[in-house]
């Protein structure tokens, strides 16, 4: 990386901190995005790109677990309060929070996309003088709403790349493409932008993460480790009764969630590899002297492959059948979030590995790391980059946390903002190189 790009990364890094800050202040969760999505919007058409906003990249009927019209509605109005700019918020009405932003040089070369997640997830920021974001004065002021995945710094990062790649537009080739992905968290999003197309035409495609238990100044070229997963809501609607004096006129959909509950969990066995069932909700009856007619149960698989969680997922429904016909009860299924496994493609990897070898501050590079445990939707965008020939990897950069994700003390070391966006101006700008090996 010559020196240009570098002073550049350094001179707009306070800038990135505080939109990171901001954003960090004013979290959204998955498909609410509105306020971080006008925000964007509006600095990636400040810095020329083409834009293709929310249902001209997101496919509605393929969007999952989707707040009510009404948390939709409310969330919206929250963002304009909260400083969402007016002029963009129509495109993300009702919850198409998602942008495409498309560059291109004229010049001849391959069509790259890099993925970056904007949401936040549903926990309660911790407010105590320990916390550094309650103590510097940006912890979350939306109740029940927190950036405790480090996605703040992803949508930062994705910005920061915006610009870098912007001011040495003179030195690129082919096509780039930013995606700013709604809905990560609950792996919701991705299928919908799949679904829209907008990866139909990619080359190369890279994903990004920070943190995830890799050690600051390591960076995960090839990350292999994510499960398939298929996450589920099933009610259950049975015959309410006096518990007492007519409990044969019931029909218990609570006993039938249990029965369910502890059936599940005994469907995670497979000689092609690891698997998991977990239950992590049940909500059941109204009253203790009521025979309860209805009840609630929340469910994840994963496999190691799509072909065992597929396997698994299949067994569940046919797990739930059952115990609903045990008990007289009726049931349904929603679907509510998905991702698949993916491995990424090997020339790809390892030109990201050699490009890295470029920035100073990347001292371990490694092709992957870990088993696999968590799931990530932008294996979507992967396969389907595969599927039609292209180049794909998903990649993860080290940095010192003072939690780990999803906790209330969630916080990162901000260094690794200005890390990633030089790397990956690098990957960008150096792909003439991978070109010519491929080719």
């Not at 919007?41 to 999952?64: D, F, H, I, P, T």
């Not at 309660?124 to 940006?138: C, K, L, M, V, Y």
């Not at 050699?354 to 992957?368: F, G, K, N, W």
């Amino acid at each position: 990386m010559h020196q240009a790009i570098a002073d550049f990364v350094k001179e707009m890094t306070p800038r990135l901190q505080e939109r990171r800050r901001d954003l960090h202040k004013f979290a959204e969760s998955g498909w609410l995005e509105f306020r971080t999505a006008t925000l964007v919007a509006e600095e990636l058409y400040q810095l020329g790109y083409q834009l293709r906003l929310g249902k001209e990249v997101v496919n509605a009927s393929s969007r999952m677990g989707l707040p009510s019209p009404e948390e939709l509605a409310w969330h919206e109005q929250r963002a304009l309060e909260q400083g969402a700019i007016a002029k963009w918020l129509p495109h993300f009405s009702g919850g198409f929070c998602a942008i495409v932003a498309t560059l291109v040089t004229g010049r001849p070369g391959p069509v790259m996309a890099f993925r970056v997640d904007m949401d936040a997830l549903d926990v309660i920021e911790n407010q105590t003088a320990d916390h550094r974001p309650h103590s510097e004065g940006f912890a979350s002021i939306n109740p029940g709403m927190m950036h405790a995945c480090g996605h703040d710094g992803h949508t930062t990062i994705g910005l920061g790349l915006a610009r870098v790649l912007r001011q040495f537009e003179g030195e690129l080739n082919g096509t780039i493409k930013l995606i700013f992905q709604p809905a990560e968290e609950g792996t919701r999003g991705a299928k919908s932008m799949v679904d829209a197309g907008v990866v139909d035409d990619v080359d190369l495609f890279t994903a990004i993460h920070i943190g995830t238990g890799v050690p600051a100044g390591e960076l995960v070229c090839g990350s292999d480790n994510f499960m398939a997963t298929t996450k589920f809501d099933v009610s259950f609607r049975g015959n309410a009764a006096h518990a007492g004096a007519r409990p044969e006129e019931g029909s218990n959909a609570l006993l039938a969630a249990a029965q369910a509950t502890l059936a599940l969990h005994t469907l995670t066995q497979h000689s092609g590899g690891n698997a998991r069932v977990n239950v992590g909700v049940l909500q059941a009856g109204t009253g203790r002297n009521v025979v309860a007619d209805r009840a609630t149960i929340k469910v994840e698989t994963r496999g190691a492959t799509n072909d065992i969680n597929d396997f698994i997922y299949q067994r569940a429904l046919q797990t739930l059948t059952g115990a609903a016909a045990m008990y007289g009860v009726e049931h349904q299924v929603t679907l509510m979030g998905a991702a698949r496994s993916s491995q990424p493609t090997a020339p790809w990897v390892r030109y990201i590995r050699r490009t890295a070898e470029q920035i100073p501050e990347l001292t371990s590079l490694v092709d992957s790391r870990g088993a696999a445990a968590g799931s990530e939707d932008a294996t979507y965008m992967m396969e389907r980059v595969k599927e039609h020939g292209g180049q794909a990897s998903y990649i993860i950069f080290g940095t010192r946390l003072d939690a780990g994700h999803h906790n209330e003390k969630f916080d990162f070391d901000e260094q690794v903002i200005p890390v990633a966006v030089k790397t990956l101006a690098a990957i960008a700008l150096n792909v003439a190189a991978f070109n010519k090996e491929a080719g």
